[in-house]
């Protein structure tokens, strides 16, 4: 079983910035791909960036591009999101998430932590 905890959400003025993060543990080793999702009221889940272990490739949903920053820090088991620029339309809980070795799909899921971006 492979544990992710958040931590970093909060209120921020539109224009703001928040440093979302991710600690996993537990069975890590088995652990490729990290990143963040979110689900704002009333719709779906979305993927927000993702990042592999090796090789460091990155993905990003294109409404975040260029704003948004995954990185990842495989000694310490953690993977952040640096988010700048935010948009009210960026309010929703953020979750972050894991995928094995050879997996298609999110594997782990963390509790979610809650970002609201209002004036």
């Known amino acids: 079983q492979v544990q992710l905890v958040e931590s970093g959400g909060g209120l921020v003025q539109p224009g703001g910035s928040l440093r979302l993060s991710c600690a996993a543990s537990g069975m890590i080793l088995g652990i490729n791909t990290m990143g963040w999702y979110r689900q704002a009221p009333g719709k779906q889940r979305e993927l927000v960036a993702q990042i592999a272990k090796i090789g460091t490739t990155e993905a990003y949903a294109d409404s975040v591009k260029g704003r948004f920053t995954i990185s990842r820090d495989n000694a310490k088991n953690t993977v952040h999101l640096q988010m700048n620029s935010l948009k009210p339309e960026d309010t929703a809980t953020y979750y972050c998430?894991?995928?094995?070795?050879?997996?298609?799909?999110?594997?782990?899921w963390g509790q979610g932590t809650q970002v609201t971006v209002s004036s």
């Open positions: 998430s894991a995928k094995l070795y050879g997996s298609s799909r999110v594997d782990y």
